[in-house]
């Protein structure tokens, strides 16, 4: 990281048009946004009807910015400068997993830039489940705590834990209580799983909001602990849920950590909008390079080309000599 990186902030863009000259102002060959949505179509029509009474669910208007047809969406995210397009999924009662799992892996299959996303639940035989993900080629997977309904550190997803311990492959995990608190929502559960599974590969979905100081000790104490930027910042989430105090200088020191996320399609502002929310925050090209390229590069295996595969042995982030020798 030069000195100029580090005082320079390119201006964000303000329109998805502009979002492809923007990337390539930075040097980067794409974005690499490990925090995107695709579901079977029924269930994706549930969650926009959900959307659509957002004033009941949340007090606000949530209006989907990105409804459209599966095949536009994706060509959305191409032209946006998406290197690999995961396709989160999570399950709300038992027995969706594997279903779900299963429309993953052929979304794979037919998607060429499609990264191969699974999802557990606690359940018997979940490891079992875990481990046929595994093997099948999952490499990101995906918990939602409040729409679960279930605490992280339930003793029957331990089979599931260990087998993504020992593979390394990244879990995006919700468990911030917001844009809605959930009866195990908050730091305390994921700081129980991180001590019985201290080498876990976690990105903390929307940097932990509005836990932010929270999930960031996390990130502290745990090396494989990630937090992406999903919807963080942005001039919806801060009447809300604002960033604290003190929280964007540990943003700066956990630069490395960071990671782009959008939650599209089912966010209520253009897709630029969550980049320029990141540079408004003023830390610097080099922390912008590293947030929406490097570092979710690095967790899903892109750096060496898509075609090379995830390296699981390399998903956590450098230790802190290498993170030196970085910038």
């Not at 390119?10 to 040097?27: C, E, F, I, N």
Request: proline share 8%; glycine share 8%.
């Amino acid at each position: 990281m030069t000195t100029t990186d580090a005082h320079h902030t390119t201006p964000g863009p303000l329109t998805d048009a502009d979002v492809p000259a923007y990337v390539r102002s930075l040097g980067l060959p794409g974005l690499a946004d490990v925090h995107v949505h695709f579901l079977p179509d029924a269930m994706q029509r549930k969650v926009w009807d959900y959307f659509d009474e957002a004033e009941t669910h949340y007090g606000t208007p949530w209006p989907v910015t990105y409804r459209d047809d599966e095949e536009t969406r994706l060509a959305t995210l191409r032209s946006l400068g998406l290197r690999a397009i995961p396709a989160l999924v999570y399950p709300h009662k038992p027995g969706m997993a594997q279903w779900l799992n299963a429309w993953c892996a052929d979304f794979a299959r037919t998607v060429p830039d499609a990264v191969h996303c699974a999802t557990f639940y606690p359940e018997r035989g979940v490891g079992d489940v875990v481990a046929a993900a595994l093997d099948d080629g999952a490499r990101l997977f995906k918990m939602h705590v409040q729409v679960g309904d279930f605490t992280p550190d339930d003793e029957r997803l331990d089979p599931a834990w260990a087998r993504l311990e020992r593979a390394r492959v990244p879990v995006v995990i919700h468990a911030g209580s917001a844009p809605i608190r959930g009866t195990h929502t908050g730091p305390d559960a994921v700081r129980q799983v991180l001590r019985r599974h201290p080498d876990l590969v976690l990105v903390v979905a929307h940097l932990g909001m509005p836990e932010y100081h929270e999930f960031a000790d996390l990130a502290d104490e745990f090396a494989g602990v990630h937090l992406d930027t999903t919807m963080s910042g942005t001039d919806f989430t801060n009447r809300f849920a604002p960033f604290p105090d003190g929280y964007v200088k540990r943003l700066a020191t956990l630069r490395d950590r960071v990671v782009l996320g959008s939650d599209f399609p089912s966010i209520p502002y253009p897709y630029a909008h969550q980049l320029d929310a990141l540079a408004r925050l003023g830390l610097g090209d080099g922390w912008m390079r590293a947030v929406l390229w490097h570092n979710g590069a690095r967790l899903l295996g892109l750096e060496g080309g898509l075609d090379a595969g995830l390296d699981v042995a390399s998903t956590a982030a450098p230790s802190e000599g290498d993170r030196s020798a970085s910038t």
